[in-house]
Every structure is written in C-alpha cells, then in structure tokens.
C-alpha cells in the first residue's frame, strides 16, 4: 500500500507551482582526463542528481555528457542535444557542476547566459558557483562565475607566452622535454650523460648491428633484468625508439608536435621543416656512422619485408578495428594483433597477450583469440541485440495500436480521473462529518467512526491514484529516452561491423586463458530497463 495524507497533499501543493524540467550536463575535458578520475562524469553526475533531487521544484528529465572535448569549442554532442530538448521544450533548466564544465570560452559561455537561455526562458544553476539564474539580481548575478572564467582567459594567455618562452628556448637548444631520453639526465636545460645507461644505449645499437631483432634485443634486456626507466619492462617499440632518436647524436629535434586547442586538444605533426633542429646542445652517445649504420640496416629490413609482401603477393594490412576494447583478461593490457599469412595465402589476425608475448612470461599467461572467430561472434551479438530492439519496439508500438490498448489507457485515464473525484468527495464528506459533531447532529462516537471509515477509503483511493499514474508515466517516458534504443537506433541490421559501430557499443572484450571472450556492453542498465518494460507489456 502506498503511503498517502500529508506528504501527498504537499506533493500537490508544489505542483501546482512552477516546476522545472531539469537537464543536467556533465562534460570531461581533456585535462580531466590527464588527471583521472578526479572529476569524472559518473562523479559530477551523481552530485547533480542528488542537487535536482533536492530541489521541490525541480523534476529531472534528462542527461547530457561529453567527453574529450575541450571546452574552447562549443561543438560537442551531448551539449547540442540538450540545446535541441530546450528548442522542443522538453526541458526548461540547466543544472552545471561549474561553469568551466559548461565553457572555457567566456564570450560564447556568457552570450549563452546572458542573452541564449534568458531568452528561451531557461533557467540556469552552476551548482559549484552557488549560481542560479532564478534568484540572482540581473546586475550582479553573472559577475562572479564570470569572473573565474576571465581567470581561465588569463590562464589561457599565460599559456601562450610559455609557449613562445619554450619557442625561444628550443631555438636557443634548451632541453625542453619532461623526460630526458634514456642514457642522459636532464640538468636544467641540457642533457648530460648517465654512464650506466648509455653503456646501454651503446648495446643496444651494438646488437642491431650484430643482426638482432628489436624482440630479440628487448628479450635480452629483460633477462638480464636491465632496468628501464618508465616501464617494468623492454618492450620491441622501445628499442626501435632509442635506435631511431637522434638525441643519441648530440643533437635536439624539438617542436615537432603542436597542440590544437581549437580542435579538442589533439597533438598534431608538424612538417620536419618545421622543426626547431640544433646541433652540439650535448655530448653523443652514438657516433655518427654507427647510427647511420644502424638507418641503413632498417631501411633495408624495410624494404626486404615489402618485397616479400609483394612477391608473395600478400594483402595488405586491414586497420584494426577493435583498437583500444580488446583486452587480456588476466593482466588488463590492451592486446596485440599479429597478423598471420596463411599457406594458401589469406590473412588472418590473431589478439595475443602483450605481457606474455613481449619476454614477460612469467607475468600473464597465453592467450590467443583469431579474429576471424571474434568478428562474427560481435557481429551475431549486436544483431540480435538490435532484433530485440526492432521487436521491443514493435511489440510496443503493436499493443499501444491494439483496440484494447487504446481502452486501457482510456480506462487509466478514466480510473484517474475517477479515482480523483471520488476523492474530494471524502475530502469535502469528512470536513461536513466535523460540522455535523460540532453541531451536534453526530455523537462523537459516530463521528470517530465515520470519519475512520472515511480516512480508510481515502488512503486506499490515493495508493490506486498513486500506481495508476506511476505506470502513465513509465510508459510514456521509457522508449523514447533509453540511451540503449537511441544508440542502437543509428545503425540498421545487417549492417557490417564498423569501428563506429563497435566502439558506440561495446565497452570491453576480454579474453582469457580458456579463450572465453567476454563482451561487456554499453547502456546495460538502459537495456534491462527497456526489456522490464517490454516483459510488462507483454503479460499485461
Ligand atoms: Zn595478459
């Protein structure tokens, strides 16, 4: 039984007021994630939720999220579909954590404010700044969260001049890295030379001369316990890092990234020609015709390797699609995929264990998964993930159709509204039960009878009111706001399997060492909600 009376009628009461339809939007920056988890989305969501919840008036109706972006651009997705659900008037508030979650560019952020949501009648909390655009006075309202978004303006412009610092200092050949390349030791702005580990840069450009491999080199490394600076161990990539940097020369190769702030942080090349190069900034560890020497010998390996390809006309390399969600179960690494030529001369890939593949036995153990297995396995999964979505879908659609579908929405309604008149009869049969006792027409016996009987029928009448109208709203709210259905809604069945596709879906593939694959997917809780709902559909 539902409990009813007081809290009810206080329910009532507010909603007869203004109530606001709340949106709450989170958004991880690409600083964030250089921080972790600081202030994550799950984090800053669940504090907004807990604010809206608080709020009498406010009912929460939607969540936005973006992620990787910066906040110099205001083209993120999540930001624009909240800006479409205020356009069609599903919600009217904007809650923020802060308003650096909201824009770090303060003419775009306070156009918004000041003239955007005014003007759609938008009301705006940043939770943080103690800032709500309901009760701030027109005058001083924005001045203080304002005012911390001309700091990050300022912050902004010191980081150019550090820029143009770091521009003269490279030119000068300063040392500008964090990180001094292994062999030397940073000591200020120059490098100078570690004489324990640049005897072992000195071995390792000795090995690739005497004709070893990269792994090969990385696994004698490894077995000698040579310890590495950033990693536990030496992997293949790192060796043909240090045989590849011409640091080793004496000499700085600088500035050949830039950082695109403009376009969501991303690390751009720049042209060699671009590059800040200065010879003799300090002592070699590698002479030049060793280094060269050790050029030539990849090169040719490089080339050696393209004309076997080509004349056992072998295909070339498909992209990995599954970049970044396969994942050893046992020691968390993302895997390796080694591709593999068959005898008849098809290519295949095979997901192995980095730990255990890269010299590291004793730290995970085998594991081996061939995609040509895996791809149809996600295939079959997404697609029958997407048949039930079709068939939710219909079978919803089909019973709202239904004759008797339309009758029992009708009889919901008429229950309501039923169930509503019936009630201020009580309401009004037991205020006239009160006049007559004091009037003198009832005893008070009868009338604490009376009114008992009366106060009955009044809690069991709400309770019925209270379901009738929780299952209106499920039902009308459900489908059209599950994430689950939205994204799989994108893609159409018999689609092919995309990268795109992959990634909006699946969050996670695990493969362990009894090559069982587990697929975690996106929107779990979105799915179970949608086939609760379909379930109650159905056996209705
Ligand atoms: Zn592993």
Redesign the pocket.
Known sequence: MARVSRKNNIKAEISSQTTYKAGLYARLSVEDLRKKESDSIGTQMSLLRQFAVEQPDMELISEYEDTDQTGTNFNRPGFNRMLDDIREGRINCIIVKDLSRFGRNHIETGNYLERVFPFLGVRFVSVSDNYDSLTASSEDGLVIPLKNLINEVYAKDISKKVCSQYEMKRKRGDFCGSFAPYGYIKEGNTLVVDDKTAEVVRRIFRLVIEGYSDSAIARFLNDEGVPKSKSKYWYKSAIKRITENTAYLGRLEQGKYRTDLMNGSVRVNKSPELWVVVNDTHPPIIDHDTFEAVRKIRQNRKQAYNDAVVKANRPASSKNILKGIMY??????PMLRHKVVRADGSVDYCFL????EENCKD???K?SFWESELLPMLYSLINSQLQTLTDVQKIIENVRKQANYVKKVDTTEESISKLKSRLSRITALRSSLYENFKAGVLSKDEYMQRKATCELEYKELTGELERFEAQEKQNAALLSQNKWAVAFNTFSAGKELSRELLISLIERIEVDSNSDVSITLKYRDEYQALIKMYKMEVSA
């Open positions: 050893c179960a046992d020691c968390g690494r264990c980095a730990t255990y730290d995970c153990t594991k």
